[in-house]
C-alpha cells in the first residue's frame, strides 16, 4: 500500500499559494497599509481651477456654426482667465473623442447631461467641476465675459478703502443754564365746515345697441350722451360720467348712480 507524504492536501496548498501571491503584489504596487487614498477622477484628471466655457457643437447644427464667431471673440477676449472646451458630437468619431475629452477634464458628468444640447454654452466651475450657468445659443460675447467677471476669482483680495478721516469738531463751552420758556397753545380756532361740491348732472343717456354674449367681459352697450359727438362703447363696470353700468341685459343697460338704479332700454330692434 502507497502512503501519501505528510503535510496539506494539493487544492489547499495551492488556495494558499495563490492568496499569498496576491497580497504580495499587493504590498508591491500599492504600497501596503500606508498606501494614499484613492484620488477621485476630477482630481486627477485636470487639477486646474480655473473656469471652463464648454460649448457642445455639431457641424449640422446652424445655431453652433453661428457661434463660432462669438468663440473666436471669446478667445481674445477671455486669454487665460478660463478656459474655452469644444465637446463635438457631430458623428459617432468626434462623440467618442468628445467623451475622452470630457472624461480627462472632469466633465464626464456634465457632458452626459449636456451633450444633447447643441449649441448650448456653459459655465463650469473649475473646481467642483458643477455648471454654474448654460446659455443656448447666446451671440454675444460679451455675456460671457460678464459672467465670468462676476465669479470669485481665488487667491485674489480686494482691497479695503481706507476710512476717511473726520475732523475734530471744536469743543462747545456750555453756557449758563437759561430756562426754556413755555410754549403757549395758540387758542382753539374753529374748522370752517367744508362745502360739499355740488353733484355732478346726470348725463342724458340713450342706448342704441346692445351687443350682448354669456361672458360678461365681452358685453358691449352702444350709448348715445347729450352732447358728446360720437357714440360711446361701455362694457359692464365701465363709468359714464357719475354713473356706473352695473349689468348689460339683453334689451336694456342698467347703471347706478349712488343708491339709485337706472335703466334704458334698447326700443330700436327689440321683437
Known sequence: MRTRPC???????????????????????GGGAGAAPPVSSREAADPDPRPLL????????????????TWTKLERAVGDEARLVVLDVTDRGTLAEASAEAERLGLADYFAS????????????????????VWMAEP?????????????????????????????????????????PPVSAAPDEPIPPVSAA???????VDLLEIAWE????????????????????????????????????RFGVVFRHGDEEIHRVLTQGRP
Not at 503535510?7 to 504596487?29: N, Q
Not at 355740488?198 to 342724458?204: L, N, V
Request: charged letters at 20%; aromatic letters at 2%.
Open 198 to 204: 355740488p353733484d355732478e348732472p346726470i348725463p342724458a
Open 7 to 29: 503535510g496539506f492536501p494539493r487544492g489547499l496548498a495551492r488556495s494558499i499559494g495563490k492568496a499569498v501571491g496576491s497580497l504580495w503584489l499587493a504590498v508591491l504596487v
Open 140 to 180: 454675444d460675447p460679451s455675456v460671457y465675459v460678464l459672467a465670468l467677471s462676476a465669479l470669485p476669482q481665488p487667491g485674489r483680495v480686494d482691497p479695503v478703502p481706507e476710512a476717511e478721516s473726520v475732523p475734530s469738531l471744536p469743543a462747545v463751552s456750555a453756557g449758563p443754564d437759561e430756562p426754556i
Open 214 to 249: 354669456p361672458a360678461e367681459a365681452e358685453r358691449i352697450a352702444v350709448v348715445a350722451v347729450a352732447g358728446a359727438d360720437e357714440p360711446r362703447q361701455l362694457h359692464e363696470g365701465d363709468a359714464l360720467g357719475p354713473l356706473v353700468l352695473e349689468r348689460i341685459e
Open 114 to 133: 449636456h451633450r444633447s444640447r447643441t449649441g448650448s454654452v456653459g459655465l463650469v466651475d473649475g473646481v467642483s467641476r458643477e455648471p454654474i450657468r
Open 54 to 69: 464648454v460649448k457642445i457643437h455639431a457641424d449640422w447644427c446652424v445655431a453652433c456654426l453661428q457661434l463660432d464667431t
